[in-house]
């Protein structure tokens, strides 16, 4: 008999769960490497720590603002608000904030660091792109991530990296005032480590976010209980992607990671997609919706 | 949970979870002695309309459970007189609608409907079970102004729904619907969760 009762699919989990713990053991390893180089490293490590995190908290605010996007209330989009609502409902989450940018590329994204300060933004493209189902489908897909609590994960996971990062690019800054007899040559070394960390950390935490949108997919299919329609949704924001002009799509580059399909500019390269690629995304909605009729 | 929920988090299931997880209807039988207070404590009766909401699913097997659920209430009617109705609202969210002169038939035909539903494994569709009431003199508030409550399989919680015209909510009633009620019925803690559910046009009910 036909039923609701999904398989479960543990493979994208355990290959998260790997994902995660390479991640730790990096994380742990890079952090006991730099401290047996010297205590001074770590000082620094503390200073970008706590600018990493604020800048964090800030950013959920900054996501909206660098799209342009505003808050709307449920008098301006009605549809809009009840849609998320019943979805909400479904996925046992309190609403969020929902937000409208203006813009012709179909899109939406979700920001927010735990259910209460989270938020679902949708383009006016979105919205004339698709049909009521399909944009029920990429709503709901966002409401997974926000269930999930995706940005949550991604900050942690890219905590070190970033730290990394910074240290690569403005280690040798620190350098020049080295603390005591070792100096210069360990802080090259330090960059030197940080700039093994931060390549290994971001093909890691690339692959991370490829799991978690598929896991999205997952969550927002079983959400609606439709996967057709958040499949043919995909399809048509990925056809209308490839149409718009180029001008809209450079403005956007850097939101890439938030959006529900990231813009293609030109050739990244297969590790460093923060997004699976549309077919195969489609291919796993398929087999959901086989599962439905079987 | 705490801990249970973080692990669910990052292994990014949190959302599958919540939208698969089945619905408990025993719950729902909460509400015939709840409403007796409401009538007693608070002067508002039942309309004697209850609904139940669920999303559709598009594949046969959802429609078979559908047509049993059919079946099972046309049968009642004989039995208890209560009606049902199938609706669909303009968000393609199905409506069961019933209506009986006796609650607790009503009471007991939502349970039937839902325990179908869950039966057929398609419990993960359940929305809510809306129960609806209106002020007599006694309440203090205008005659025949409409209150529900509102049962949530998702959260198995209630909560009371006191709509106004214009897409606003009488929080003031609310906040007295919830506490007398609170301790009878589980009533959701978290304001969050209190999802409205408005009517297509004002003054009608939310399945309407």
């Known amino acids: 008999m036909a039923s609701m009762e999904w398989q479960a699919d543990w493979g994208l989990r355990g290959r998260m769960l790997v994902t995660m713990v390479l991640l730790g053991v990096l994380y742990v390893v890079a952090i006991a490497v730099l401290w047996e180089l010297f205590t001074s490293v770590l000082i620094i490590v ?4 706590i600018f990493t995190f604020a800048q964090v908290f800030y950013s959920d605010k ?36 929902i937000a409208v940018a203006d ?29 009521d189902e399909e944009l029920e489908g990429v709503i709901a897909h966002e409401l997974a991530h926000i269930k999930n609590r995706d940005v949550m994960v991604m900050t942690i996971a890219s905590f070190l990296s970033t730290i ?43 692959a991370l976010s490829r799991y978690r949108e598929f896991a999205a997919d997952r969550g927002g299919a079983l959400i609606t209980g439709n996967p057709a329609a958040l499949a043919s949704a995909l399809r048509s924001i990925d056809d209308t992607m490839e149409r718009t002009p180029e001008t809209d799509m450079r403005e956007q580059a850097e939101m890439n990671a938030f959006f529900i399909i990231p813009i293609k500019k030109g050739f990244i390269g297969k590790i460093a997609r923060t997004h699976p690629q549309t077919e195969k995304r489609i291919e796993k909605l398929q087999e959901l919706e086989r599962e439905l009729h079987t | 949970m705490g801990l249970f929920n973080s692990i669910k988090q990052a292994l990014g299931v949190g959302a599958e979870a919540a939208a698969t997880r089945d619905a408990d209807p025993e719950d729902l039988f909460g509400m015939s002695t709840a409403y007796v207070t409401m009538e007693a404590n608070l002067g508002y009766r039942p309309t004697g309309d209850a609904a139940l909401c669920f999303s559709a699913v598009e594949s046969a097997g959802f429609n078979d459970v559908v047509e049993e659920v059919k079946a099972i209430l046309a049968a009642g009617e004989e039995d208890t007189g209560t009606v049902a109705e199938f609706r669909e609202d303009s968000y393609g969210y199905r409506w069961i609608v019933l209506e009986a002169t006796d609650f607790e038939d009503l009471v007991t035909s939502v349970h039937f409907a839902s325990d179908t539903i869950i039966e057929g494994r398609y419990g ?23 209150v529900y409550w509102v049962y949530s399989f998702r959260r198995g919680t209630y909560y009371p729904f006191a709509p106004k015209p214009r897409e606003e909510r009488n929080e003031r009633v609310e906040f007295k619907l919830e506490s007398v009620l609170d301790g009878e019925l589980t009533v959701e803690d978290d304001r969050g969760y209190w999802y409205p559910l408005w009517p297509d046009t004002t003054g009608s009910h939310p399945w309407e």
């Open chain 1, 46 to 49: 503390v200073f970008f720590g």
């Open chain 2, 124 to 146: 993960s569709r359940l929305l809510a079970a809306v129960f609806a009431f209106e002020a007599t003199e006694r309440a203090g508030a205008e005659t025949g102004q409409h």
């Open chain 1, 103 to 131: 813009s012709n590329v179909p899109n939406a994204f979700a920001t927010g660091h735990s259910k209460d300060s989270s938020a679902v933004c949708v383009t006016t493209g979105l919205m004339n792109t698709l049909n």
């Open chain 1, 164 to 206: 990394a990062f910074l240290m690569v690019r403005y280690g040798m800054f620190f350098g020049g005032r080295g603390r005591g007899g070792r100096g210069g040559a360990g802080i090259l070394v330090a960059v030197l480590v940080s700039l093994v960390i931060w390549v290994i950390s971001f093909i890691l935490i690339r």
């Open chain 1, 62 to 97: 900054l996501a909206l603002k660098s799209m342009g996007a505003r808050e709307v209330d449920a008098s301006e989009y009605p549809q809009l608000h009840r849609m998320t609502e019943r979805l909400c409902q479904q996925a046992d989450l309190p609403k969020p904030k």
